[in-house]
């Protein structure tokens, strides 16, 4: 009878066990990531009565089995359902993941690595992505900016919003290209100003430009100039260019254009007078030749880096004496244009800057410039010097033939990095670098009177395009881990990758509170590196947790049986002590 007494307790020390594991799941019905916990029974030790003994040939007598009373039962053992997924819980909240698989999340309290299924997470004050409960750091790879992906070393903590992660560095334009229509038809192209194209560039710094291009039509209506007319900053101011040295050439290099047109002097206004023009009908000089700055090869426009007050002030007096012959014969504003212009004189092809350097030479010398009167005051040109490119055309299809005619030369580049930023001990420096402008995307077709062509930065998968400083608009965390920014200049940026450990017997795990486990000998050991999500076929979710994977059906089943085992036990302790009492009262 005392045995069956000491059964019973047992009985119901055990069934209180299972009430207690049962209990802690719907405790943690609406815990995140919680995995519920079952229990089974074992029997206890059994006391022999007498051990088996086995058959007797000689006597003819078969074999007895043992006789055994059991003691009572046990804990056998507590299981985590841990392979079990939990339902998806959505939050919205883009920093809330939930691993689909059997992988854990790494995260670490300062000195040990710990492992969870709460994926929880904020990004704390010091930019590392942090659980929200714990404080504790979410672990993972870095990007290795070295070879262009992510190293996959020892698990550190992922600083997503550091200081060098929060801005996207700016690029310098590189690449160019010009696509569409240009029309011969079109009015803009015929016309003596030429057809206009803006490129927007970056530079190094990340600062916006705008080159402004002009193309112009040759007398063969497949040929077409093209010409680097200006530079302008963000803010419509042109680039100064005096620091660019005189023999480098921005686009392209010095050409000739053919094409026939005629100036008109305007003789009611002014009139020439050996090597000075004068107001019509008055001794007042307008410009003096004799006073140009010439050297053996061309007029000097602009002072030299290293020229003096004195050198300075003779080349402006020069540049207004060239604007004022400019403006009498049409060309107000257009100093560069006039001096370009090529005529024939004397049967000998020759540049109105020429004709303007022989007369300052010499007063007595006369051209068919210094020699207009009311009654000759028009002189056909033949063409013009330019420095810039030549783009071709098929006469027969319209199609792009090539840089300068050579159908193999598609591009052309604008030497920016020879525009001066700054001067250091050890020269000019350039914030600007070399842009390289493919011109294969542009044609000569019928588009009734209409261009359309243009021009765009970077090649045509958008290489090359340059860019400005980017402040960070965004974070997005992959299916495999892998965390990007997004910034306002519309580049992306991979900051890292969240590492996962993978065990061969997560039951073995063992529960640190606050949803953690640590590694155990059984559950086998955490290598210090993890794995990729991906790797065992599961996969990461945003805004989503994973819920708790308690069956409350389950579990209020259970209850019941455990209620009704605990009630059996109990009946045992009552009917032994009842024996007892028989016992005790056979002596009266």
Known sequence: ?????????SGLKTHQTKMDVIGNNISNVNTTAYKSSSITFSELMSQTTQSASGPNATTGTGGTN???????????????????????????????????????????????????????????????????????????????????????DSVTALRIMSAANMTYPPEATSKAYVSGILDKNDSDVTSANGKSINLNFYDQLGYSYTAKFVFKQSD???????????????????????????????????KIQSQAGSINFDYTNYTWNGNQLLQAGTATVVADLSTLQVDVADIITKAPADATEQQIADIEASNKALAAVAAAYGYEGSVDEFLNLRLMENGVETTIEDLLISINSNASTTN???????????LETVGRNYEGVAIKFDPATGVF??????????????????????????????????????????????????????????????????????????????SNGEIYASYDNGMTKCLGQMATAYFSNAAGLQKEGDNLYSATLNSGEFDGIGVDVTANGGYMSTGQ???????????????????????????????????????TNLKR
Do not use: C
């Open 220 to 254: 063969d209506a497949s040929e077409y100039s093209l010409e680097l007319d200006s530079i302008l900053d963000a803010s419509g101011n042109e680039i100064d260019l005096s620091g660019v040295d005189d023999d480098t050439i921005l686009f392209g290099t010095d």
């Open 401 to 478: 033939a090539g840089v300068n005619g050579v159908q193999t030369i598609t591009t052309a580049t604008i030497r920016l990095s020879s525009i001066p930023a700054a001067t250091t001990a050890n020269g000019l420096t350039s914030n600007f670098n070399d842009i390289e402008v493919d011109f294969s995307d542009i044609s000569m077709f019928n588009n009734n009177g209409t261009s359309t062509v243009s021009a765009t930065s970077g090649d045509s998968k958008g290489v090359g395009s340059g860019r400005t400083l980017g402040d960070m608009i965004g974070v997005s965390i992959q």
């Open 66 to 152: 043992a006789k055994q009373i059991g003691l009572g039962v046990k804990s056998g053992a507590i299981n985590v359902n841990i392979s079990t997924q939990g339902s998806a819980q959505s939050t919205g909240n883009p920093f809330d993941i939930m691993i689909t698989g059997d992988n854990f999340f790494v995260v670490n309290d300062g000195l040990s690595n710990y492992f969870t299924r709460d994926g929880s997470f904020y990004v704390d004050g010091a930019g590392n992505l942090a659980m929200t409960s714990t404080g504790y750091n979410v672990m993972g790879w870095e990007f290795d900016e070295t070879i262009g992906s992510i190293k996959k």
């Open 545 to 583: 947790l994973e819920m708790s994977n308690v069956d409350l059906s389950s579990e209020f089943t259970e209850m019941i049986v455990t209620q009704r085992g605990f009630q059996a036990n109990s009946r045992i302790i009552t009917v032994s002590d009842t024996l007892l009492e028989e016992l």
């Open 368 to 378: 068919s410039l210094n020699t207009m009167d009311g009654t000759n005051y028009s």
């Open 1 to 9: 009878m005392m045995r069956s007494l000491y059964s019973g307790v």
